[in-house]
């Protein structure tokens, strides 16, 4: 567990009871000035404001083990006991510094808002104070397509909304965003060969079969129709969808990719990639992409996850993701025909889907809004996940 900083406390008469004991509701008010101590010996007590977040209680659990009294002084010890995508837990142990008799024990569930009071991913500089992110408990259910089985994440309920990955990512890429759009079904599939799906190597990969699996998913899910956004590759897979099945898409979400087929020397380098995952696995491939991917001012804490993604991919599934980018027919002419909302979103700095190339493909689409995410590359809802959490919620309150 990451600790803050020990604080001592002491207990004024003001503090107690009629019986002269410590208060109950004046113990929390000591733990949260020993939380507004311990930032301001750290990080700094305007950490939340700073980032233009704030953290609500949600749950606490006291456990009182012994009395306190009138000038008793107190240590209290902070220590993060769970790190989640948008929540944190606070775990405190309070003692009496005479005896070192144990007063209280406590954990304080506490959930990031914003200035609108919604759920929010912790913006990066607060998660680095509160240390990496505990294992979360969601498995993904199976859905088989073939002799291919496919992981899907599914959780929470409302409007469903289908979150398409791009490559060499998994359905993890979207963690900030199943934490912020809590009013909406989130479904984050696993692309055959990625994550936790499987690939038949018979079956092999295009962006038509992706799209039929996505189709497959809803249909095992009883889901008639859905938001479908697609971040690169899943952009591309759900220019197929509308082409194959435009009736299951309610509104389309198109963040960092574009509708142009390869180029000839684009098609060259895909066959190369391929070549040198077959040779030197996903590790080489990954370190021959990501300085294009990310933005300069990205953590290397992004990185490292790209790296963890790409590894939970199979050299099959991998290679055969490279030949459905590379045979990936023109789209300009689908983006004429959407006729549902559409919000086209593009990092300000990537190199492979630019931001003018997003706003001209915007200018396609009847009524489409668009927008720039300020600091990222190809990867904006990891890079920028406050920002793009945001603008994805906010299109989405439009529709209901």
Same mark, same amino acid.
């Given at each position: 567990?990451?600790?803050?900083?020990?604080?001592?406390?002491t207990?004024?008469p003001y503090d107690c009871d009629a019986?002269?004991?410590?208060?109950q509701?004046?113990l929390?008010?000591?733990?949260?000035?020993?939380r507004w101590?311990a930032l301001a010996?750290?990080?700094?007590?305007?950490l939340?404001?700073?980032?233009?977040?704030w953290?609500?209680?949600r749950?606490?659990?006291?456990?009182?083990k012994a009395g306190a009294?009138?000038?008793?002084v107190?240590?209290?010890e902070?220590?993060?006991a769970?790190?989640g995508?948008?929540?944190?837990?606070?775990?405190?142990?309070v003692?009496?510094?005479?005896?070192?008799t144990l007063?209280?024990e406590a954990?304080i569930?506490?959930v990031?808002?914003?200035?609108?009071?919604?759920?929010?991913?912790?913006p990066e500089e607060i998660a680095?104070?509160l240390?990496?992110?505990?294992?979360?408990?969601?498995?993904p259910?199976?859905v088989?397509?073939g002799?291919t089985?496919l992981?899907?994440?599914?959780?929470?309920?409302g409007p469903p909304i289908?979150?398409v990955?791009?490559?060499?990512f998994?359905?993890t890429?979207?963690r900030h965003?199943f934490?912020a759009? /809590?009013?909406?079904k $989130?479904?984050? =599939?696993?692309l055959?060969?990625?994550g936790?799906s &499987?690939?038949? +190597?018979?079956d092999?990969?295009?962006v038509?079969?992706?799209a039929?699996d996505l189709v497959?998913i809803?249909?095992?899910?009883?889901?008639?129709?859905a938001?479908?956004?697609?971040l690169?590759?899943?952009?591309?897979?759900?220019f197929?969808?509308?082409r194959?099945?435009a009736?299951?898409v309610?509104a389309?979400l198109l963040?960092d990719?574009?509708?142009?087929?390869d180029?000839?020397a684009?098609?060259?380098?895909?066959?190369?990639?391929?070549?040198?995952t077959?040779?030197?696995?996903?590790e /080489?491939l990954?370190s $021959?992409?990501? =300085?294009k991917?990310?933005?300069p001012?990205?953590? &290397?804490e992004? +990185?490292?996850?790209?790296r963890?993604?790409a590894?939970?991919?199979?050299?099959?599934g991998m290679v055969a993701?490279?030949?459905?980018?590379r045979?990936?027919p023109d789209?300009?002419d689908?983006?004429?025909?959407i006729?549902?909302?559409?919000?086209v979103?593009?990092?300000?700095e990537?190199?492979i889907?630019?931001?003018?190339g997003?706003?001209?493909m915007?200018?396609?689409i009847?009524?489409a809004q668009?927008?720039?995410?300020p600091a990222?590359?190809h990867l904006a809802p990891l890079?920028?996940?406050?920002?793009?959490? $945001?603008?994805?919620?906010?299109?989405l309150?439009t529709?209901?």
């Amino acid at each position: 567990m990451t600790a803050f900083p020990t604080v001592e406390l002491t207990v004024y008469p003001y503090d107690c009871d009629a019986f002269g004991h410590l208060n109950q509701a004046a113990l929390l008010t000591l733990l949260e000035r020993a939380r507004w101590d311990a930032l301001a010996r750290g990080p700094g007590m305007d950490l939340f404001d700073r980032n233009g977040v704030w953290p609500a209680a949600r749950k606490a659990v006291i456990e009182y083990k012994a009395g306190a009294y009138p000038r008793d002084v107190l240590r209290i010890e902070t220590a993060v006991a769970h790190r989640g995508t948008t929540s944190m837990t606070l775990r405190h142990v309070v003692r009496r510094v005479a005896d070192d008799t144990l007063i209280a024990e406590a954990e304080i569930v506490f959930v990031c808002v914003d200035r609108l009071g919604r759920a929010t991913p912790l913006p990066e500089e607060i998660a680095r104070v509160l240390g990496p992110r505990t294992s979360g408990s969601h498995q993904p259910i199976r859905v088989t397509v073939g002799a291919t089985e496919l992981g899907v994440e599914v959780r929470g309920d409302g409007p469903p909304i289908l979150l398409v990955h791009g490559f060499p990512f998994d359905r993890t890429m979207w963690r900030h965003q199943f934490a912020a759009l /809590a009013r909406w079904k $989130r479904i984050a =599939p696993d692309l055959r060969g990625a994550g936790a799906s &499987s690939a038949a +190597a018979a079956d092999g990969a295009s962006v038509g079969r992706y799209a039929d699996d996505l189709v497959a998913i809803l249909d095992a899910l009883g889901i008639e129709s859905a938001a479908v956004c697609g971040l690169s590759l899943g952009g591309y897979v759900t220019f197929e969808l509308l082409r194959r099945h435009a009736d299951r898409v309610s509104a389309v979400l198109l963040v960092d990719t574009k509708a142009e087929p390869d180029a000839p020397a684009a098609k060259r380098e895909r066959d190369e990639l391929a070549a040198l995952t077959e040779r030197d696995g996903p590790e /080489a491939l990954v370190s $021959r992409l990501l =300085p294009k991917l990310l933005a300069p001012e990205t953590q &290397s804490e992004v +990185a490292e996850q790209v790296r963890e993604m790409a590894r939970r991919w199979s050299v099959p599934g991998m290679v055969a993701a490279l030949q459905a980018l590379r045979d990936r027919p023109d789209s300009t002419d689908t983006l004429r025909q959407i006729r549902v909302p559409t919000l086209v979103l593009a990092g300000s700095e990537d190199q492979i889907a630019p931001p003018a190339g997003a706003r001209a493909m915007a200018g396609l689409i009847p009524n489409a809004q668009f927008h720039v995410v300020p600091a990222a590359g190809h990867l904006a809802p990891l890079e920028q996940p406050l920002a793009t959490s $945001r603008l994805i919620a906010d299109f989405l309150e439009t529709l209901r």
